[in-house]
């Protein structure tokens, strides 16, 4: 089978035009530059041996302006991954593999084989939606992540089953193959992706973190054989490594200080200009409108919304929006105080889950007349408390503060004779675990040798 796909039917390229700008603003925005030029590239090149289009201008290839791994395609020949998933690449034929990868699920169309799934949440929901289904057992929305705030496209393609995986990753490495690339590329980064599943889930303490990537796709790890197997036998082997690192040099990594950035357990966003603290044990995900806080004893997030000034109104306003208004939540009272010289007022309502009862905060802070943010908690009945130093260590930062953040940045190194593992990864912006993110984002192990002249990923400020 060489994945020939049935061309895009009108409707599908409907689909594909309206979704596509809310998606991309809900993964950060479009990265734009000459990495960006690159990834559209090589999208649309890959895209082409699909045969869902006959022309490269058939496809819009996006590079998302995100720090979490993903990669995902949708109906109208829309493609896009985020600069994160792309820094973890280590050359252009797992670039094409993994964009084929997303092509596939839409040339074997997978996601209208979902279409009765996507038809009861629609294709962008919201985080109102994903609480819900915390809330009242959704199993819909409750089976895609262990987050509360999980992004919107974990909606739209909704979790792929095994077997649609397989036909991907198989219709990936056709691809890659027809184009004259290494077909194992499919296996190499798949392999990447499991090795930086497990080392996000070391950092963060757990073990049973559902990393953005897989909540849609099942686990790359017990893929990585198969995808193997599957190219044996099948010709092609560039692979156009030194072009690909040459091409991503200086991308941003990590999170864009225009969103906001998570340093250990605390979150500080220089353009709003504050910090808070997430509590012990707790670790955060920060998406484009929302930081995501996530522990054993509960949940919660941080965003914003419009401000009229008047708080009651504001917070009964943050608990409807938790079931898209389907269901009336109201806090037993509404209590004001101040937090480090900010306005401040808060709720809690208590709420059978179906597993119990569950106490739910709205903890909501006025930064002026027009501005405020809230924090939204969930933790088990009784055991709200858990998040009060959060809460109080919400505090406005100074300008210089706020200046002294900065962006990560990946950055070409070309190894130097003399040059250990522990030597470059010392050169890595991060103050614990250099030398296992230096490996993952590499392919490298712990014992592998380097050679004078090699170029190695790192990441400077």
């Known amino acids: 089978m060489a994945g020939q796909a049935a061309g895009m039917t ?36 890959i895209a082409v041996q699909s045969g869902l289009g006959d022309a490269r201008s058939a496809f819009t290839v996006t590079l998302l302006n995100s720090p979490v791994n993903n990669a995902f395609a949708i109906p109208g020949g829309y493609i896009y ?57 959704n199993s819909q929305i409750g089976q895609i992540g262990q987050q509360l705030a999980m992004q919107g496209s974990q909606l739209l393609t909704l979790k792929y089953s095994r077997s649609q995986e397989t036909q991907a990753d ?150 409807n929006a938790l079931t898209d208004g389907k269901q009336q939540i109201t806090p037993s009272s509404i209590q004001t105080t101040t937090v480090n010289g900010i306005p401040a007022s808060y709720g809690t309502a208590r709420v059978d889950s179906g597993n119990g009862a569950v106490d739910v905060t709205v903890f909501a802070y006025e930064f002026s007349k027009t501005q405020a943010f809230h924090f939204v908690t969930i933790a088990q009945g009784g055991n709200a408390a858990v998040f009060n130093p959060m809460y109080s260590s919400m505090r406005k930062i100074s300008s210089a503060e706020a200046a002294a953040v900065k962006a990560r940045k990946i950055a070409v190194y070309t190894v130097k004779s003399g040059d250990t593992l522990q030597s470059i990864a010392g050169r890595m912006a991060y103050s614990s675990n250099q030398l296992e993110r230096f490996l ?3 392919s490298l192990e712990s014992n592998s040798s380097l050679q004078a002249g090699q170029k190695v990923k790192i990441v400077t400020y």
């Not at 979704?19 to 990265?31: H, K, M, S, V």
């Not at 820094?87 to 979902?114: C, F, P, S, T, Y």
């Not at 009861?120 to 819900?132: D, E, H, M, R």
């Not at 004893?297 to 401000?307: D, E, I, N, P």
């Open 10 to 45: 009108p409707e599908e390229r409907k689909i594909g035009a309206e979704a596509n700008p809310q998606l991309i603003a809900e993964f950060g925005g479009a990265y734009t530059g000459p990495q960006a030029a690159y990834v559209e590239q090589v999208g649309k090149n």
């Open 81 to 137: 991954t985020t600069r994160e998933l792309v820094a973890l690449m280590d050359n252009e034929a797992e670039l094409a593999g993994v964009l084929g990868h997303e092509v596939g699920h839409v040339a074997a169309r997978h996601a209208q084989q979902r279409q009765k799934a996507a038809q009861q949440n629609s294709i962008l929901g919201t985080v109102g939606a994903v609480l819900s289904g915390v809330l009242f057992g």
């Open 170 to 319: 198989d219709l990936g490495i056709a691809y890659l193959s027809n184009a004259g690339y290494d077909p194992k590329a499919m296996a190499t980064v798949l392999q990447s992706l499991a090795q930086q599943n497990a080392l996000d889930g070391r950092l963060m303490g757990t073990s049973n973190q559902v990393p953005e990537w897989a909540s849609t796709h099942p686990d790359p790890a017990s893929r990585v054989s198969r995808a193997l197997q599957a190219a044996q036998g099948k010709t092609g082997n560039v692979t156009n490594k030194d072009t690909f690192l040459t091409r991503i040099n200086g991308m941003m990594y990590g999170d864009d200080p225009k969103q906001g950035v998570v340093e250990g357990n605390t979150f500080t966003h220089p353009v709003f200009g504050f910090e808070f603290k997430a509590p012990s044990g707790f670790f955060m995900i920060n998406g484009t409108s929302a930081v995501s806080i996530s522990g054993q004893s509960g949940k919660g997030q941080l965003t914003g919304a419009a401000y009229n000034g008047n708080m009651s109104t504001y917070i009964q306003n943050a608990f």
């Open 440 to 442: 993952v984002l590499n």
